[in-house]
């Protein structure tokens, strides 16, 4: 297993972010974060730890502030608690993002965005209860 993205996935990253920071969208994107974290439990050898769909694209600011407030990190969907991505067995599409201007939304393997819905919510829902 390889030591970070691939240089196909942080190109789809960066393409699904435009080159702006995906929680702001105000600053340049320039960091690549793992929304569930490699030292919390992630690890290289999950297969999914860095596709698309576990990444986003931060500014420095935003990346620092996700790593200081690990809570508020988590509401917006930018970090992950381990067990909750063990359960959904790596599929942490599932957990959708909520950015600055309070738009929520699923990121894909295949590095789309899409506004996340009541569907996705449901089967979600069903998925898992």
Same mark, same amino acid.
């Given at each position: 297993?390889?030591d970070?993205?691939?240089?196909?996935?942080?190109?789809?990253?960066?393409?699904?972010s435009?080159?702006?920071?995906?929680?702001?969208?105000?600053?340049?994107?320039?960091?690549?974060?793992?929304r569930?974290?490699?030292?919390?439990?992630?690890s290289?050898?999950?297969?999914?730890?860095?596709?698309?769909?576990?990444?986003?694209?931060l500014?420095?600011?935003?990346?620092?502030?996700?790593?200081?407030m690990?809570?508020?990190?988590?509401?917006?969907?930018? =970090?992950?608690?381990?067990?909750?991505?063990?359960?959904?067995?790596?599929?942490?599409?599932?957990?959708?993002?909520?950015?600055?201007r =309070?738009?929520?939304?699923?990121?894909?393997?295949?590095?789309?965005?899409?506004?996340?819905?009541?569907?996705?919510?449901?089967?979600?829902?069903?998925?898992?209860?």
């Amino acid at each position: 297993m390889t030591d970070g993205p691939t240089d196909e996935t942080r190109e789809l990253i960066l393409h699904r972010s435009k080159g702006w920071c995906e929680l702001c969208r105000v600053q340049p994107a320039t960091d690549a974060h793992h929304r569930r974290r490699k030292g919390k439990g992630g690890s290289n050898a999950l297969p999914w730890m860095h596709l698309a769909d576990n990444l986003v694209m931060l500014c420095r600011y935003c990346h620092q502030a996700i790593h200081s407030m690990p809570t508020e990190a988590r509401r917006l969907g930018f =970090q992950i608690r381990v067990g909750v991505a063990d359960q959904l067995a790596g599929e942490v599409w599932r957990i959708p993002i909520l950015d600055q201007r =309070q738009h929520r939304w699923i990121l894909t393997r295949i590095g789309e965005k899409r506004p996340y819905t009541l569907d996705d919510w449901s089967e979600f829902i069903e998925a898992n209860y």
